[in-house]
């Protein structure tokens, strides 16, 4: 079962995920990060900075998107590759070669998920994965329906992902109709899985994805099929949890050696 995480704030969470991932780092520099886009993971990526600033060094990481729009001019702000270079690998002073993102260009978009794959074949796969959840329960853009086995490949976003993702882009017609995703085979081979959720708007997803019936119908379910899972949300994310008291004690029982 996952460990379900109560905090406060997005702030919080932010910095209890960003001490856990500086703490790995420092241990072993040569960590690698599975990086979410979006705005749940922005809290998180602003707590790196501090630990940045603070003295941790994150140059030797590595970094694997989960995702990319299919089609967005080179270099489009709001390209997974542009926020990922402006939130983590900029500011943390990553080496960009040791960036990756699926490459969502019409040119040879054909084989986009399988040169994904074989990227993360040859660097050995990610250590700590963050992701961030749908209102449809997509983890990465695997949208219902997708196979627990599927590997990177391009995916058709739901209208209700278009429509939520409408608020980065000037128009919903700007949005991307296609995506290329990490599969959630993909994201289940991830050493540990860290899904983070924030506000009431995802608390039925996210009680679905750690609670309910494990089913392609709700993607977020797979993470109930891995071995090392932490789920870190806020009041408001978690109110839909049936088993919330029981999380909370056991927070509260911790043994002291055990991390995330
Ligand atoms: C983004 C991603 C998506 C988002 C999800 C939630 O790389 O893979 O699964 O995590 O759409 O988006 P936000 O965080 O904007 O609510």
């Known amino acids: 079962m996952a460990e379900v995480i109560v905090l406060d704030s997005p702030e919080d969470a932010g910095r209890f995920v960003a001490a856990h991932i500086a703490a790995q780092v420092r241990r072993e520099p040569t960590f690698t990060l599975g990086v979410a886009t979006g705005s749940t993971p922005l809290p998180v990526y602003e707590a790196l900075r501090a630990e940045s600033a603070a003295g941790t060094d994150f140059s030797r990481m590595t970094a694997f998107a989960l995702d990319e729009y299919v089609g967005l001019p080179a270099g489009h702000?709001?390209?997974?590759?542009?926020?990922?270079?402006?939130?983590?690998?900029?500011?943390?002073?990553?080496?960009?070669?040791?960036?990756?993102?699926?490459?969502?260009?019409l040119d040879g978009i054909e084989t986009a998920g399988e040169r994904y794959e074989a990227a993360l074949d040859a660097h050995g796969g990610v250590d700590l994965q963050l992701l961030g959840i749908g209102r449809t329960g997509h983890l990465g853009f695997n949208e219902p329906g997708s196979s627990f086995g599927s590997l990177t490949r391009v995916k058709t976003l739901t209208e209700r992902t278009r429509i939520d993702n409408a608020r980065f882009f000037d128009s919903l017609d700007d949005v991307p109709i296609h995506c290329v995703t990490q599969g959630l085979g993909t994201i289940l081979r991830a050493r540990h899985l860290v899904l983070l959720a924030f506000g009431a708007g995802k608390a039925e997803a996210l009680a679905a994805a750690v609670e309910g019936p494990v089913s392609a119908s709700m993607p977020g379910s797979a993470i109930q099929l891995h071995q090392r899972v932490t789920v870190v949300i806020d009041r408001e994310a978690a109110a839909s949890l049936e088993y919330r008291d029981y999380y909370r004690w056991a927070q509260d029982h911790k043994p002291q050696w055990q991390g995330i």
């Not at 542009?82 to 490459?103: I, M, Y």
């Open 77 to 105: 702000v709001e390209s997974y590759r542009s926020v990922v270079d402006r939130e983590v690998t900029e500011p943390l002073g990553l080496d960009a070669a040791r960036v990756h993102v699926p490459d969502g260009s």
